[in-house]
């Protein structure tokens, strides 16, 4: 395909390696095929197809469009519009991560149930006396709020780019990072319940795991996306494949940042405070319905992009 010979050529050798006829023909060619997307996607037996000549518009739109500047905001649009359809086209990848994620905490739980050294082994001796003491561990966070919303922020960007990093090395990091954590909840959560002590686990993690699991469901995501390009480059070349998923894992990672800020902050000033269960629980649910108004409703959603 002619318009993929070009783009090809604008991967390997910058964009000023076409000259002003062949980028005219790429404008030309990126219209033409616009159109036949809309008439592919009527198509439901080509969806194989149809995925290839998305990825190559997005591509020729890349050149198409880089001259131009930002417009006035950009900023407010991808996060109104450009990053829920990118999300909603990633879900595939992110309920993978939710899955594994779940399956260790599964299996965190049984282990935990089966053999009581395995817990301690997970969450050290420390952890396991201050729990069988009935005591949280959260309680220091009061004290500390502004400096524990900045720690706690510091931490979960830390721990989402590092499962967005990890999809460098073909994903081995990003799963393992989304297995342990699984595992570590199971191992927790299994504790907690065996002292009594659920309510007050799950009250405290509610109101900002709501956004925090999420947030870290998605980074991973963005790791095994980046290592889908990296390992299944499909009809392109390595080097555009690895483009093509590294721009849609950047938006994916990029996304999660206001989240994971809004969970340090009520992890900080609301998680840990005196208020009862049920409001904790509350607050949990509202903000659960928001984040899956925001990322689920079809308004947001830009598709033409």
């Not at 800020?261 to 900080?268: K, L, P, Q, R, T």
């Amino acid at each position: 395909m002619r318009l993929q010979q070009l783009l090809d050529q604008a991967d390997a050798s910058g964009l000023k390696s076409l000259s002003r006829s062949e980028l005219r023909e790429v404008s030309l060619l990126y219209r033409q095929t616009a159109a036949d997307l809309s008439t592919l996607r009527q198509d439901s037996s080509g969806g194989t197809y149809q995925q290839f000549v998305h990825q190559l518009l997005r591509r020729a739109h890349n050149v198409v469009y880089a001259g131009e500047k930002p417009p006035r905001g950009a900023f407010l649009h991808f996060f109104t519009h450009e990053y829920p359809e990118t999300f909603q086209r990633n879900l595939p990848l992110i309920g993978a991560t939710v899955a594994l994620f779940f399956a260790a905490a599964v299996l965190g739980t049984i282990l935990t149930l089966y053999d009581a050294n395995f817990a301690v082994q997970i969450i050290g001796p420390k952890m396991m006396q201050t729990i069988e003491r009935h005591e949280m561990w959260t309680h220091s966070i009061l004290s500390i709020k502004p400096a524990a919303s900045s720690m706690i922020m510091t931490n979960n960007l830390t721990v989402s780019f590092t499962m967005f990093a990890g999809g460098i090395a073909g994903g081995i990091g990003t799963v393992w990072l989304t297995f342990f954590n699984g595992l570590l909840i199971g191992v927790i959560g299994s504790v907690c319940w065996l002292n009594g002590m659920s309510l007050q686990l799950w009250s405290f993690v509610a109101p900002h795991g709501v956004l925090e699991l999420p947030a870290i469901f998605i980074a991973a995501s963005a790791g095994l996306r980046l290592a889908q390009g990296v390992l299944f480059p499909g009809f392109h070349s390595r080097r555009a494949s690895i483009a093509l998923s590294g721009a849609d894992a950047i938006k994916l990672l990029l996304g999660t940042i206001p989240m994971l800020i809004i969970a340090g902050i009520v992890e900080a000033f609301v998680s840990p405070g005196p208020l009862p269960p049920a409001t904790k629980f509350t607050v949990a649910a509202a903000l659960f319905v928001l984040l899956c108004a925001y990322l689920f409703s079809p308004r947001f959603c830009d598709r033409s992009s």
